[in-house]
């Protein structure tokens, strides 16, 4: 089983509908988390750290569910530019550091 | 800062030859990291050092594969020989400390032929 795993996508949204999804992780002691966006052909930027008790940043909130070890994303108001694909992360040790990346979920955008 | 410099940004090369990718992260992180991103694979771990000492080399291909970091500012990745299969892009990280936001250079898109 891997570490992280996510819906490839891709999700074709119009703008300014609401576009959502999730990851799985499968080590339950696992503490940190992260989105990552990624533009096609660039590197990997931190979107957001995803806090136990949920947290957002404008358009964009993440949710953490440790019981069923998954967080999730959720993009309100799509725009254009939010096309690209999200990488979920997660610290999968537990006493010591390792980011692993989920394959990502792609998200386009139409006008 | 200029963030994460990583070189060449393209490389091709001939299977068999020695390939050496570099790497300068930002100053005062601790922490610099390896990847490599395939379609098939997404993006992987290679090795990760902490104040210059590999702690974790585990993702590393096979022996081919070598990473080393002679001081703060600068690592290096050699393959040699490499094979077409290696054929990826090649990605370092910096945080500055373990579990802080990774900072990612533009990546290094090898290809052998």
């Known amino acids: 089983r891997k570490e992280v795993e996510q819906d490839p996508g891709p999700f074709n949204v119009p703008e300014g509908a609401t576009v959502a999804f999730n990851c799985t992780y499968s080590?339950?002691?696992?503490?940190?988390f992260f989105w990552y966006r990624q533009d096609c052909r660039k590197e990997p930027k931190l979107l957001m750290s995803?806090?136990?008790s949920g947290n957002e940043d404008g358009r964009f909130t993440a949710q953490l569910n440790r019981a069923s070890q998954y967080i999730s994303l959720l993009i309100r108001d799509s725009k254009l530019s939010d096309s690209a694909t999200y990488l979920c992360?997660?610290?999968?040790?537990?006493?010591?550091?390792?980011?692993?990346f989920g394959a990502g979920t792609t998200v386009t955008v139409r006008a | 800062d200029a963030g994460v410099i990583q070189s060449p940004r393209h490389e091709v090369t001939e299977m068999g030859q020695e390939v050496t990718l570099r790497c300068k992260p930002i100053?005062?992180?601790?922490?610099l990291f390896w990847y490599r991103q395939t379609m098939m694979r997404g993006l992987e771990l290679l090795i990760y050092?902490?104040?210059?000492?590999?702690?974790?080399d585990s993702g590393m291909p096979e022996d081919r594969f070598s990473a080393k970091m002679p001081n703060a500012s600068f690592s290096t990745l050699k393959i040699q020989p490499s094979e077409p299969r290696d054929s990826a892009v090649y990605f370092c990280?910096?945080?500055?400390?373990?579990?802080?936001?990774?900072?990612f250079g533009q990546g290094t898109r090898l290809t052998v032929v």
């Open positions: 995803v806090y136990s």
């Open positions: 990280a910096s945080t500055l400390w373990r579990d802080s936001e990774a900072f």
């Open positions: 100053s005062g992180h601790n922490s």
């Open positions: 080590n339950s002691a696992s503490q940190s």
């Open positions: 050092f902490n104040n210059n000492v590999p702690i974790d």
């Open positions: 992360v997660v610290n999968t040790r537990s006493n010591d550091y390792k980011l692993s």
